[in-house]
């Protein structure tokens, strides 16, 4: 059964800095790696997605990486604003295909103003 | 505006009392899921459709049933409600599995007395 460990659970840095949130998975056989972000009292809103055959997507501020031999992944936030307060689930689909994703617990990020 | 509804948004209930939770999409997606979330213990995945007429058991299916007789529309129901169903309800959808991202709905949180 996969498994998908967030480290740190929760995490507060000054405005400004870069971060790195960790996600890691106990099966590799992994269609995909999605980032979400979840506002409080709110829906998940999909960051990136990393196909099992790539390393890394980029969106704006935000790099995601994928080493799917050692079950890794990590989220990295550069110039961190007040407005990314918010909490970060990572997710896989494995080799199940159709039958959903497997979350995380997430990370709680607070962005000091 | 595009996206997955999900109604309704808040509802307590009472120890064995029914109801349906409804998820309606018009993005003309083919996968549905219904997952809940608990603190602590993250997303799981209750039941989910890959097409009309489908559906399937996820990893906490006991205590819920769902239909999908129109494409559009993911139902979930409780048929009789208990205290550990008190959780936030969410509704995602996706074109296919694999290379698609999940779209959420905003949530429907039951609390059941």
């Known amino acids: 059964k996969q498994e998908v460990t967030q480290i740190p659970a929760a995490l507060s840095v000054p405005e400004g800095e870069n971060l790195v949130l960790n996600c890691s998975f106990t099966d590799s056989a992994i269609y995909n790696l999605q980032w979400f972000r979840q506002d409080p009292g709110k829906g998940l809103t999909s960051l990136l997605l990393i196909q099992s055959s790539q390393r890394e997507q980029t969106s704006g501020r935000l790099n995601a990486s994928l080493d799917k031999s050692s079950g890794r992944s990590t989220l990295y936030i550069a110039a961190s604003q007040s407005g990314d307060s918010a909490t970060y689930l990572c997710a896989v689909e494995s080799g199940g295909g159709a039958d959903g994703l497997t979350f995380g617990k997430g990370t709680h990020l607070i962005i000091q103003p | 505006n595009a996206g997955v509804t999900q109604t309704p948004k808040f509802r307590v209930l009472k120890t064995g009392q029914s109801m349906t939770l409804l998820c309606a999409q018009d993005?003309?997606?083919?996968?549905m899921y219904w997952y809940r979330q608990d603190p602590g213990m993250g997303l799981r995945l209750i039941h989910y459709s890959v097409g009309e007429g489908t559906t399937a058991k996820g990893e906490v299916p006991d205590g819920y049933n769902v239909s999908r007789l129109k494409k559009q529309n993911f139902l979930l129901g409780l048929e009789s409600a208990a205290p550990s169903q008190t959780s936030v309800y969410f509704c995602a959808s996706t074109a296919n599995s694999g290379a698609n991202v999940l779209t959420f709905g905003a949530g429907s949180r039951l609390t059941v007395l």
């Open positions: 993005m003309n997606h083919e996968y």
